[in-house]
């Protein structure tokens, strides 16, 4: 298993930059999100624990499901199928306030499950995905801070 850690500061509020990050849709702000939907609201909030978000990338297709969902410091996710298909052993996306704005932490422990799958993981996947996490995050940026 790989864990994968994207961090990026967003010069707003720390409510608004957690809004936009949990909610799914606003990823396709990113050219490589090609579509994302909530197929299942959550508890207590459309994104808490038990929604299930849907995402198709242009690297492939995942089903998440909320475990965990704490406004507006983190929320929790697993990666419960994929196509192509990965092992995933968590997600976690925190928000932290900081003289700048808010610090965004964005991990995920995962391993793509083929023949010498350790290597593909740190050496294709592991680059890909933080360049894709990168970019939402990019977008973000853009979104909440661009008049």
Known sequence: METLTVRRVIAAPIADVFDWCATTTNYTRSALILRARLARH????????????LHTWAIGWFRERITAYNPPHDFDYTVDRSIPPARHELGRMTFTEVAQGTEIVWTT???????????????????VIAYVFGRILHAADKALTTP
């Open 109 to 127: 422990t995962f391993e793509v499950p083929v023949p010498f799958g350790a290597v593909v993981t740190r050496v294709v996947a592991k680059p």
């Open 42 to 53: 959550g508890q207590g909030a459309p994104y808490g624990v038990g929604a299930i978000r």
